[in-house]
């Protein structure tokens, strides 16, 4: 630059910078863009000035080449990649890492994260340089590791990296049976798990039965990759006692001895079988109440079995001298059984197998008749009414003649043969009452093979008439739509008794829904909302029908349609129009003579009403105050003077008290604000708004739309 004359004037050499050279005049610097290899040497600025001395400022440029490349090669002077190996447990590791170019030299080093493993280098020339590193005796700790080799010449500048991930392979640490068992049951299905960890890749596994080959398994492998677990679905059988089940597991990739697991199978029959026999002097067919009983259960089982229980029916049953069982070891004794000893009867003999149950045998106890429950012992009948009283008996075997009698208070009668007739177990009467004396008990007996029966069947016949009439009847859970009654039964005449329940519309009384129940309680429902309805509620039996009880009953209103505003049609136009403008008119005229008769009427009845309180104060100050001999003016509302009267004897004539008034009940009313004494009225004045405010409001929804 020379600054001598202005403005300033700039040399260069364009052969050697071109335009990467830049002098900065206010800085007095040079500014080198995107510097080479041959831009480093010493550079010098000279400065010269008029009248003092020349200066010259040196300086030493040295640029930085970082290194081309970084490759790794293994012993076998192969380039390694992402990662290296596989190796075997015990083999040594060698790893060259070799730096290209780079000014100065690089320096090449081994890292293990942010730990150093090798900072020497074993070659270093100009170009190349070259670090070994050496790892003896590799083992499964190794696996996975992560190698970086770091190559940099100044720190300046970030280093040349490669990362390297260590493979190996490895045999089976060991090899084991998931569960054993001590013995396994013959023709069950089983699901028996081998397990293998420590080899890479996964191991081979080979299940064996004796000399047999087994194919009906599967393997799963953790995400790890370290257990491998085999799956074997295997059914044994009785000929398998003694047989060894082995698992195996073996490397694919390491010539390694394969490691075995072995199973002495025990195999386990199935449950016990036990048959169950009678006592061998028993006959089974003829077994009366009263009689002993005994079973054997016969057992063969492996192994024994431990447990022996028996059975009536479902219901286990245990060993109690006092009610008449004996259990003993494979025997079961029944002592002086009753019929509800009839059923089947098993014996179950439980082993580590499970649970052998026997045949059942039935027993079947034969007794005399005897009643059968939940019968009906009431009948109702009407004189010269034939009613028809079945006896239902329970006996084994079936009864073979019945017999009935009747009682009252004064006599036992049979009954004939020809007025019973039986069916099985079941035996009906027909019976007739005539006279008041025929109304009584019934008895009936069975007879079967094994005797008599030893109480009778007992059934009461009384007269028979309607049903009372219900009572407190009253609707439940009001809806729009439904409605709910409920009441309370009367006596049923002696007879079973229906309820019925009719709606009706209470102006016209159309029946508008009727239901029966067996019970006073009643759901009618998909009626209109908002109506009301006279309910009527009787009961009926075979002997007619008993006494209407009526009541009211209602739907609620639809709330929904009350909050809707009614939208009228529009009105037709032609020669109806007209008429209706007509009859709008008429309507309004009706409307207002009839608004206005409304106000006189209430101005009338509000003076009236005015002028009735201001008498009733006066007379009530009247008898107050009592007899007065002077006229007291200006005391009442009216202005008058309340005056007393006397006799020509000149006694006073006492006045009686006004009589009670509705106003005088509102003031003793503790809800009432009362009425103070000296409280005055103003004189009533009309108010036109009354008309406006009280009376067109009252008369306006009457009015047609055109008002």
Known sequence: ???????????????????????????????????????????????????????????????????????????????????????????????????????????????????????????????????????????????????????????????????????????????????????????????????????????????????TILTTHTETTSHEGNLTTSELKWTPTVGDVGKVLSCQAESEKIAYPPLIVEWHLDIYCEYAITILKPGKSLNLSNIEEGDDVYFECSIQANPWVYKIIWLHELRELHHNVSAGVIISNQSLVLQRVTRAATGNYFCVASNVEGDGKSNPILLRVKYSPVCRNEQMTYHGAARYEQVNIPCELDAFPEPHSFRWTFNNSGESVEIPQTKIHRLGSRSTVSYTPNTELDYGTLLCWGTNSVGLQRHPCVFHVFPAGRPDPVHNCSGFNLSETVVNVRCVAGFDGGLPQTFVLELYEPHTNVLVANATSMVPRFVVGGLQHGMTFTAVVYSSNGKGRGEMVSFKVYTLKDVAEKRTAAVKPPPTRGSNSEQLQAGGIIAVVLGALGGLLVVAILICAVVRVRHLRREERRRRGCGRAGVRDTV????????????????????????????????????????????????????????????????????????????
């Open 632 to 707: 007291v003016s200006g005391q009442d509302d009216g202005g008058g003077a309340c005056q007393a009267k006397t006799t020509a004897t000149g006694a006073v004539k006492e006045f009686p008290p006004p009589p009670a008034s509705p106003r005088d009940a509102d003031e003793k009313n503790p809800d009432v604000i009362p009425l103070s004494e000296n409280a005055k009225f103003p004189p009533f004045r009309f108010d036109p708004n009354i008309i406006l405010f009280i009376v067109i409001p009252v008369i306006l929804p009457f009015f047609p739309h055109p008002l």
């Open 1 to 211: 630059y020379d600054a001598r004359n202005r403005p300033a004037s700039h040399w260069q050499n364009p052969s050697h910078f071109q335009d990467r050279a830049v002098f900065n005049v206010e800085t007095d610097t040079l500014m080198l863009k995107q510097s080479k290899a041959e831009d480093q040497g010493t550079y010098r600025c000279r400065v010269d000035f008029r009248t003092n001395p020349t200066l010259t400022f040196t300086t030493n440029l040295t640029v930085i080449v970082p290194p081309r490349r970084l490759t790794v090669y293994t012993d076998m002077n192969v380039e390694a990649r992402r990662s290296v190996g596989p190796y075997l447990e015990g083999e040594t590791l060698r790893l060259t890492c070799k730096a290209y170019g780079g000014s100065p030299p690089p320096r090449v080093t081994w890292w293990e994260g942010a730990l150093l493993l090798d900072m020497t280098p074993e070659v270093e020339t100009l170009d190349e340089v070259a670090n070994t590193l050496v790892v003896p005796s590799l083992s499964r700790r190794d696996l996975n590791r992560a190698l970086t080799c770091h190559a940099q010449n100044s720190n300046l500048t970030e280093p040349l990296t490669t990362t390297l991930t260590l493979d190996m392979n490895f045999p089976p640490l060991w090899v084991r049976f998931e569960r054993t068992f001590e013995a396994l049951s013959a023709n069950v299905a089983y699901s028996i798990v081998c397990e293998s960890a420590g080899s890479r890749p996964p191991p081979l596994v080979t299940w064996r039965l004796h000399d």
